[in-house]
């Protein structure tokens, strides 16, 4: 039987989001949370460094394969940012997706729509052992707006301000089980999936 793999994560969202996707694929998911609760330390300078962090400090803790990812918002006209720094991006130790959210408008205040163009990005990171000397990544992008107000007065994180032209909706208004097809930790998920089957099938030739 194969073993469960760990999710790297104490985000209840996230695992919300990942453990149906992996499921999907047959793949047997716990949360890090049901073995222990401290987080690792995300010194990483990219999202794809933060993951691999994350991916690695789960599965030494669990002797277990891990998958973590690391996400967030990037504007054009803020050179990337908030970047790695989106949970945390008003300067608050703990997060607060108000002031992350009320921060992001006021710097964005005087930029017109043509300036506010936006991507979510995530990077996954699968692990077989602490150790592994080769990571499976996969990194997906989820491109759109930013508004000049909320939209709903609720979702996550940014999602009330990000605008995705295509579906005429914000983010917040996307049900879930489109969103859990088609946004950035989606496709990230996907190459990861298509990246370990690959392998699989590899080792049987």
């Known amino acids: 039987m194969m073993s469960p793999i760990i999710l790297a994560t104490g985000n209840p969202n996230?695992?919300?989001?990942?453990?149906?996707m992996l499921g999907m694929a047959g793949i047997v998911t716990k949360p890090q949370t049901d073995f222990f609760t401290e987080?690792?330390?995300?010194d990483g300078l990219s999202f794809v460094e933060n993951a691999i962090i994350k991916a690695r400090f789960a599965s030494e803790r669990t002797g277990l394969p891990a998958l973590a990812d690391d996400s967030g918002l990037e504007v054009e006209a803020l050179n990337g940012q908030p970047g790695i720094y989106s949970a945390r991006y008003a300067g608050v130790e703990n997060?607060?997706?108000?002031?992350?959210?009320?921060?992001?408008?006021?710097?964005?205040?005087?930029?017109?729509?043509?300036?506010?163009?936006?991507?979510?990005?995530?990077?996954?990171v699968y692990v077989k052992h602490a150790r592994?000397?080769?990571?499976?990544?996969?990194?997906?992008?989820?491109?759109g707006e930013i508004l000049m107000k909320p939209r709903t007065g609720y979702g996550i994180g940014y999602d009330d301000v990000m605008w995705i032209p295509e579906l005429v909706k914000s983010?917040?208004?996307?049900?879930?089980?489109i969103k859990n097809r088609i946004s950035h930790r989606a496709k990230a998920v996907q190459s990861v999936i298509n990246q370990l089957n690959q392998l699989k099938g590899d080792a049987r030739r």
């Open 14 to 20: 996230k695992v919300k989001e990942l453990a149906p």
């Open 39 to 42: 987080e690792a330390v995300e």
């Open 95 to 124: 997060g607060s997706e108000e002031l992350n959210l009320k921060k992001l408008l006021r710097d964005m205040a005087m930029l017109p729509y043509p300036q506010r163009l936006a991507r979510y990005s995530c990077a996954v």
């Open 132 to 143: 592994d000397p080769m990571p499976v990544i996969g990194v997906g992008h989820w491109y």
């Open 171 to 177: 983010v917040s208004e996307i049900p879930f089980e």
